[in-house]
């Protein structure tokens, strides 16, 4: 039987898991510098929590688990007998696997909501699944970072999530621009407009700008049957740098207004924070997410082609669903897959050691082999990672081994050796090799 | 709607996320000290990879995935109309949740034979899910934290693995004993007594001896048809302490004698190795799972009563199911569910600080708040985890807040400090407050 692995799924080798852990770690102490506190949910969630929460698309790309024991006992024998996959899938499996880290964090509050203090700032790290087509850099599980407060309507916490995201792409050494809008603002565009009744629809044509440039989105929006003269206002003022330049064409809007003082007290908080990549308003920036209703994020790296690298944006009610009203939220989420990507073509990970061992010890023989695997430990507890060659077989075997794991450190040990006390270290880079003792190496390996 | 979790998951509060993961960093340093590489293989395996591996009852455990989209069309017709759930089963579900890290370790190796060196030492800490009745400390999804070596029969690898055992839960915290016996050991007493060709049978009832003792053995034995002649002598030679007791018995039995020589070999190379904890020999050990062919472990906590917390042994053939045959390989397992409670019940945790934030800032109004998300980076950039609370309300509602989430400080910034830079530092627990500049708080709080 030849192994295989189900499509969309992937196995880490130990270079590719310590470039990984890199990441998470590297965002990890980004969010808790911020006080942000971890919170792990299970992979299986019930159906019923996950189910109509993705739009009809997202319920279809659910993976669904099957009930255990004789699931056809309790089947829906109506569907069964029409063979209506999509019927009868609620008599025969009640779980699910996580799609997102949102909805998953939502019920976490409404079910914790008397052992967390609000407001709530989270963060999660976890791995969701989408039975999305697998293509070039997507897969079916993968993982997301999420940091997300509930229980403020504080602008505070966009500045800080703005701060957060500049932080942590500079730690990575990935320079990017961080781009932000109102989905107040792009309400007030269309209200100038005279077309507001049509919002939704127009944000998801506003949404394509990216894929389908500018003409296209007036095609799209014609097509929707949005008047011309009313597509012209849009366009143009969705082509505005500064958001001063607003303030006469929402006269008139409230919520348009609205939205340039949320985002003008969101830039007061960071008019002193000195920020290492750009913070720059885009209010052709839309989101497609339905539930987001004021400041919206997504961040882009500046050297490479890569799509959005990070996205959030604030909600007014994630909680409602689950029966907890009027609980506000804010979060952002990194793209650590993409990001993964991006460091790889940058050739930000050069200096991520993949290497398992500092130092492996060989042996000539028996003797010398019990003596290397006691001497390993003094090594060990220095902190210096250590490996001993299984056996004392032939020299050049044992050195082969070294070489082609790419251990920088190689300690023989003969007869000498271990009369003396003193090893022989070899830097198998330069080729260098000469005698210290355990205390010695411990110095030399140590401060390297 | 009111949300609930599927029965057997868990979700983890903030405190118990940072108690695992002490558990698990802890456990992880140990193994990369020793130069183990991480891998991670996805939660989704085919289900002909996983289906066959656990038994019977395994199978049954195994939580399958529900194909996508139209799943009923290419389902097994008869199935379907004999209500057969079982038979039905490879029609419509090609995927299934990981049931432990084993397989998916030995298809990996398969897969990846010419990406790795051997001896791979491989560790992996990762979620399995098994479909068994929940009940008090057993969930449907938990952890494994495994460390194995393939492709070497070197018995130091077995000494070290004792070793990692021994400092891993030193370094936790928890005195524990080692305890060492070898399937052919066990052999070696089975061919003793005469009965050889039912060793499978006799282990069996070998292993169910901690929980149904001495006479029930007796009588689980008797019921398998062995001769009470033959009983006696498995019994007696079960009661051994030490394995030289074993040389006159094991006279005409090869395969025990290897036991006894292997066990030796592997004590030789822990003579010279300081062991924290007891590490001693039980022929009573047998290890329910099959697999073993060699030396097995097994890991109990000294101080409380908890069932075994660790578990291992060598395996002759693991990858051999995969198509990679003669690839013997030796490995153990922590059990952090169980190591968990453990370290709950001894109160190991108290030093595990449950904060999240050392500090935070509280405003008494706009300006100064705007002043505080500022400086508050000066604070993170230096290590110090960091919070401001997100308005310039009422101080009392500010305080309550840091005291319920039981931050161990608090500044607050008045007119007067922001004027002077001269920051009111208040320590929660002691009630004490001081005026510092920046750089003084960061000295004071950096050196707790």
Not at 129 to 134: E, H, K, M, S, T
Not at 251 to 259: A, F, L
Not at 309 to 335: E, H, M, N
Request: include cysteine; aromatic fraction near 10%.
């Amino acid at each position: 039987m030849k192994p295989t692995l189900p499509k969309g799924t992937r196995d880490f080798l130990p270079s590719e898991v310590k470039k990984r852990r890199y990441i998470f770690d590297t965002i990890r102490s980004v969010f808790e510098s911020y006080g942000y506190d971890p919170i792990e949910t299970p992979v299986m969630e019930s159906l019923t929590t996950l189910t109509g929460k993705y739009g009809d698309e997202g319920d279809q790309l659910l993976f669904k688990v099957l009930n255990n024991g004789d699931y056809l006992n309790k089947a829906d024998a109506k569907a069964l007998e029409e063979k209506n996959s999509q019927k009868l899938i609620s008599s025969i499996s009640k779980r699910g696997l996580r799609y997102d880290l949102t909805v998953p964090f939502a019920r976490f509050v409404v079910m914790h909501q008397n052992e967390i203090q609000f407001p709530f700032k989270r963060y999660q790290i976890q791995q969701v699944w989408r039975a999305d087509r697998p293509q070039k850099g997507r897969y079916q599980e993968f993982y997301q970072c999420d940091a997300d407060i509930v229980g403020s309507d504080s602008l505070m916490y966009e500045a800080e999530l703005t701060a957060i995201y500049d932080t942590a792409f500079y730690k990575l050494g990935i320079s990017v621009t961080i781009k932000y809008n109102n989905r107040k603002i792009l309400y007030g565009i269309t209200e100038a407009a005279g077309v507001a009744d049509r919002f939704r629809d127009i944000t998801v044509c506003i949404d394509k700008l990216d894929k389908i440039g500018e003409e296209g989105v007036r095609k799209e929006l014609e097509k929707n049957s949005i008047e011309s003269m009313a597509v012209d206002v849009i366009l143009t003022l969705l082509k505005v740098k500064d958001i001063n330049d607003l303030i006469l064409p929402f006269e008139s809007s409230e919520t348009g207004q609205e939205g340039l003082n949320e985002t003008k007290e969101f830039l007061s908080y960071l008019s002193s924070y000195n920020s290492k990549n750009s913070i720059v308003f885009d209010p052709t920036l839309a989101r497609g997410l339905s539930y987001y209703t004021g400041c919206i994020f997504e961040v882009v790296a500046d050297d490479i082609v890569m799509g959005s690298i990070g996205g959030g944006g604030r909600y007014a009610d994630l909680t409602g669903v689950f029966g907890l009203k009027g609980v506000s939220g804010v979060g952002v989420s990194f793209g650590a897959e993409r990001i993964y990507d991006v460091m790889l073509e940058l050739g930000l990970f050069d200096d991520i050691s993949a290497v398992s061992s500092q130092v492996i010890i060989l042996t000539f023989d028996k003797e010398c082999h019990s003596y290397a695997f006691a001497k390993a430990n003094d090594l060990r507890n220095a902190g210096i990672e250590t490996e001993v060659y299984p056996s004392p077989v032939k020299m050049k075997k044992q050195m082969k081994y070294a070489n082609s794991k790419g251990i920088p450190n190689v300690i023989i040990i003969g007869d000498e050796e271990m009369k003396s006390g003193r090893l022989t270290l070899k830097d198998m880079e330069s080729g260098k090799s000469d005698q210290y003792s355990i205390k010695e190496i411990i110095e030399k390996l140590g401060t390297k």
